[in-house]
């Protein structure tokens, strides 16, 4: 089961021969016009819904009684638009509003009984700050990115953030400051070098920033820090 956001383009490909000597399995498809969503509750709600921006091969995976509750709201659904009058689009939406919390318990479900391989990203991802910094790709490029692990570990970055919230606790952006904070700790008590110099190292634009988000999470400045050593 796959989430499409507005605006994103899928494709088919067609096998040699064309497409009568083609295979394709059966299932159901929901399409909303923004329209649909005019005035309701769920116009707003479907945004927090992150798996809209997953990528296809981040689908999810239903056992059979899960496919076949999923496939009576779709029933329900096409059993309403048969028969429209004033109540059609709130019982529709009502509908709607059960698929999407339902594949949100799903996922979270998923994330948990892909424990073990979640724990495995979530190595290869602190791996891949650590060399980040300890090759100075954040001098050259500046602060590591969610998108830039989400595609060194082949994730969409929604799917990601949502992952590691489910394992962690903590979004991706978060583990980058955690890591951030730590890098910062290490050059502050065992370097000379200054507080901008720092920021510069860790990829900052502007020492400025690097104070901000230093004190924000340690509740110290830099050299409030720094000093604690001496």
Same mark, same amino acid.
């Given at each position: 089961? +796959?989430? %499409?956001? &507005?605006?994103?383009?899928? +494709? $088919?490909?067609?096998?040699?021969?064309?497409? *009568?000597?083609?295979?394709?399995?059966?299932?159901?498809?929901?399409? $909303?016009?923004? =329209?649909?969503?005019?005035?309701?509750?769920?116009?707003?709600? @479907?945004?927090?819904?992150?798996?809209?921006?997953?990528? %296809?091969?981040?689908?999810?995976?239903?056992?059979?009684?899960?496919? *076949?509750?999923?496939?009576?709201?779709?029933?329900? #659904?096409?059993?309403? @638009?048969?028969?429209?009058?004033?109540?059609?689009?709130? #019982?529709?939406?009502?509908?709607? =509003?059960?698929? $999407?919390?339902?594949?949100?318990?799903?996922?979270?479900?998923?994330?948990? +009984?892909?424990? &073990?391989?979640?724990?495995?990203?979530? #190595?290869?991802?602190?791996?891949?700050?650590?060399?980040?910094? &300890?090759?100075?790709?954040?001098?050259?490029?500046?602060?590591? +990115?969610? =998108?830039?692990?989400?595609?060194?570990?082949?994730?969409?970055?929604?799917?990601?953030?949502?992952?590691?919230?489910?394992?962690?606790?903590?979004?991706?952006?978060?583990?980058?400051? =955690?890591?951030? @904070?730590?890098?910062?700790?290490?050059?502050?008590?065992?370097?000379?070098?200054?507080?901008?110099?720092?920021?510069?190292?860790?990829?900052?634009?502007?020492?400025?920033?690097? !104070?901000?988000?230093?004190?924000?999470?340690?509740?110290?400045?830099?050299?409030?820090?720094?000093?604690?050593? !001496?």
């Amino acid at each position: 089961m +796959t989430f %499409v956001a &507005a605006k994103q383009i899928q +494709t $088919l490909e067609i096998p040699e021969g064309g497409i *009568q000597n083609a295979e394709f399995g059966k299932g159901y498809a929901l399409l $909303l016009h923004p =329209d649909f969503l005019y005035g309701h509750p769920l116009s707003a709600a @479907i945004k927090n819904y992150g798996f809209f921006s997953y990528a %296809v091969y981040e689908a999810l995976h239903l056992s059979e009684q899960e496919e *076949q509750n999923v496939a009576d709201i779709f029933k329900k #659904i096409g059993q309403e @638009i048969r028969c429209i009058d004033r109540h059609t689009q709130e #019982i529709v939406l009502s509908h709607i =509003d059960l698929l $999407l919390n339902y594949s949100k318990r799903l996922y979270e479900r998923q994330f948990i +009984t892909r424990k &073990a391989v979640n724990h495995d990203l979530l #190595i290869r991802m602190e791996e891949l700050l650590s060399n980040y910094f &300890a090759n100075e790709a954040a001098l050259k490029n500046g602060l590591p +990115t969610v =998108d830039y692990l989400a595609g060194q570990l082949n994730l969409s970055p929604h799917y990601l953030s949502d992952m590691l919230r489910s394992l962690t606790g903590q979004s991706a952006q978060q583990h980058i400051h =955690d890591k951030l @904070i730590q890098k910062a700790r290490d050059y502050l008590s065992t370097t000379s070098l200054s507080v901008a110099e720092i920021a510069y190292q860790l990829g900052f634009d502007y020492p400025q920033s690097f !104070n901000k988000l230093f004190k924000k999470k340690t509740e110290q400045s830099p050299l409030e820090f720094r000093r604690s050593f !001496n």
